[in-house]
Nanobody, 109 residues
Framework: VQLQASGGGLVEPGGSLRLSCAYS????????MAWYRQAPGKERELVAV?????RYSDSVKGRFTISRDDFQNTVYLQMNSLKPEDTAVYYC??????WGKGTQVTVSS
């Protein structure tokens, strides 16, 4: 199983980014997919999950949206109204056990 995250970068506070995670090798639409993030000096935390429904951490609820395109085998994380505290390395997770390499998101003026 392979997962490849992309779309990170530097953005000003209040800006938007869309992360993508392309997956292959056995994951399918029945699998739960998730985005996690890890800020410097902090533990990795769950940001958003998509399975039968969607679930978000309180810190991103109302600002981030997780979605998936099962024909393209891709999961997305649309991030709006970004804050400096959203700065972290963002990781894609498949089926609660497969991890991709992270993509850096930096929110700074």
């Amino acid at each position: 199983v392979q997962l490849q995250a992309s779309g990170g970068g530097l953005v000003e506070p209040g800006g938007s980014l869309r992360l993508s995670c392309a997956y292959s090798g056995g994951l399918s639409r029945v699998n739960v997919m998730a985005w996690y993030r890890q800020a410097p000096g902090k533990e990795r935390e769950l940001v958003a999950v998509i399975g039968a429904g969607t679930r978000y951490s309180d810190s991103v609820k109302g600002r981030f949206t997780i979605s998936r395109d099962d024909f393209q085998n891709t999961v997305y994380l649309q991030m709006n109204s970004l804050k400096p505290e959203d700065t972290a390395v963002y990781y894609c997770n498949g089926a609660n056990k497969y991890w991709g390499k992270g993509t850096q998101v930096t929110v700074s003026s």
